[in-house]
């Protein structure tokens, strides 16, 4: 179930997810935050990608960025996505793409998604850096969807 959002306060432009990790499904994030055209937009390219990284064997993704406040007009989705049981031989090359401040994967999908243990400079893994407002330094939440493998995939 995905949380009201918080205020949590200058220097923080929009209202943001509680701390921590919130299992939801891609319903629920339809419902919640595909609420205009744009917004629409965003989220069919994220369901798009989370659709390569399910063939993949990808099981789950946590999602974050804009798209998940209460900004009016988001420019896309961040997040990033469980590498365990991941066959790179499925894996749409774009998604390893980081090149270009991620430009492929942006024209693709619409968003981008780094690998969650993925080291983000000295900060940490990924995971860990989409849980803080970037203007304040606060903690935040962050979304996770568990994926079903696709139709036919062998467990």
């Not at 179930?1 to 994030?29: K, N, Q, R, Y």
């Not at 407002?133 to 606060?138: I, P, W, Y």
Request: hydrophobic residues 35%; neutral net charge.
């Amino acid at each position: 179930m995905i949380p009201d959002l918080i205020e949590p306060g200058s220097p923080c432009p929009w209202a943001v997810l509680p701390p921590g990790i919130h299992d939801t499904t891609l319903d629920e994030v339809e419902t919640r935050f595909a609420t205009t055209p744009h917004r629409r937009w965003l989220f069919d390219g994220f369901v798009r990608m989370t659709q390569a990284l399910a063939v993949a064997g990808c099981r789950s993704v946590y999602l974050d960025g804009s798209f998940v406040t209460a900004k009016p007009h988001p420019t896309d989705f961040d997040g990033c996505w469980d590498h365990i049981g991941v066959d790179p031989t499925k894996l749409d090359p774009v998604l390893l793409d980081f090149s270009k401040k991620r430009a492929a994967q942006k024209a693709k999908y619409q968003g981008e998604l780094f690998i969650a243990g993925m080291p983000n400079g000295d900060g940490g893994p990924f995971l860990d850096f989409f849980q803080v407002e970037k203007s304040s330094g606060l903690p935040k939440g962050i979304l996770r969807i568990s994926l079903a493998p696709p139709k036919g995939a062998r467990p």
